[in-house]
């Protein structure tokens, strides 16, 4: 990576096992071994939740997408689109539209969960997953928070292992649809174990921090951790 925090690799050529994405492929597998070692990224379950405990508590099932934000939905077009991943990170990038369709793209489906108590099951996302970011920026030792950062100037915090989980990803794509600006588009956060505040829209920036930020909602007494299947709607 270059250090002048820009990735400019001219090297993304499928199958070149020496450049970018094969350096990404590699890291991506060593941190994987590392943190299944560490036992780090565990929710205590494997598999997905039985049927009868799919919905929280307090929640109704909808299958339409509802719109909610704070009313600015920026239009950001690809091309002006930038993504800037920094802080407590050994290897700062800032990734233009071509530079994240280079990393290793995933689909994962999961459900979402709204404080204002609407869900929505079985949701296909398309993007990077936040592992294959992370081997990208290597966040250092003392890193334990993610503060994200939107083009519409809105926050929202997590801790490590909420943003460095398994079904966590950097999405571009909804049904096999590009991410309409409405939902956030061209990339939003998706943290699926986590009510739906903490998915960031218009994504802009990822901060890595020693220390925990509160975002726009936490500040205005939202819950810091937001589990749904805990009810952790307000503190
Ligand atoms: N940038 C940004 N991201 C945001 C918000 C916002 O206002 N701005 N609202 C959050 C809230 S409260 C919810 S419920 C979801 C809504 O996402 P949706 O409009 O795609 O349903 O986005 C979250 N991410
Ligand atoms: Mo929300």
């Known amino acids: 990576m270059a250090s002048d925090d820009r990735n400019t690799g001219g090297d993304r050529t499928t199958g070149d096992e020496d450049g970018l994405l094969g350096q990404v492929r590699r890291k991506l597998i060593d941190t994987k071994r590392k943190w299944a070692a560490e036992g780090r990224g565990l929710s205590g379950r494997t598999g997905p939740r039985p049927e009868a405990e799919r919905l929280p508590t307090g929640q109704r099932l909808v299958t339409n997408f509802p719109v909610l934000d704070l009313g600015i939905q920026p239009e950001i077009r690809p091309g002006d689109w930038e993504l800037t991943v920094a802080g407590a990170v050994e290897n700062p990038v800032t990734l233009r539209w071509a530079d994240f369709q280079a990393l290793p793209q995933v689909r994962m489906r999961s459900d979402i969960h709204c404080v204002t108590t609407w869900s929505r099951y079985d949701?296909?996302?398309?993007?990077?997953?936040?592992?294959?970011?992370?081997?990208?920026?290597?966040?250092?030792?003392?890193?334990?928070?993610?503060?994200?950062?939107?083009?519409?100037?809105?926050?929202?915090?997590?801790?490590?292992?909420?943003?460095?989980?398994?079904?966590?990803?950097?999405?571009?794509?909804?049904?096999?649809?590009?991410?309409?600006?409405?939902?956030?588009?061209?990339?939003?956060?998706?943290?699926?174990?986590?009510?739906?505040?903490k998915s960031a829209k218009w994504i802009r920036r990822i901060e890595f921090s020693e220390t925990d930020q509160p975002g726009f909602w936490e500040v205005r007494g939202y819950h810091n951790y937001a589990d749904p299947f805990e009810e952790e709607r307000y503190s």
């Open 123 to 197: 949701n296909d996302w398309d993007g990077v997953s936040a592992f294959a970011l992370m081997d990208l920026v290597q966040p250092k030792p003392e890193a334990r928070f993610v503060l994200l950062h939107s083009y519409d100037g809105y926050t929202t915090n997590l801790d490590l292992d909420g943003f460095a989980d398994d079904d966590v990803l950097l999405a571009h794509a909804w049904q096999g649809e590009p991410l309409t600006r409405e939902h956030g588009g061209p990339v939003r956060l998706v943290v699926p174990k986590r009510y739906f505040w």
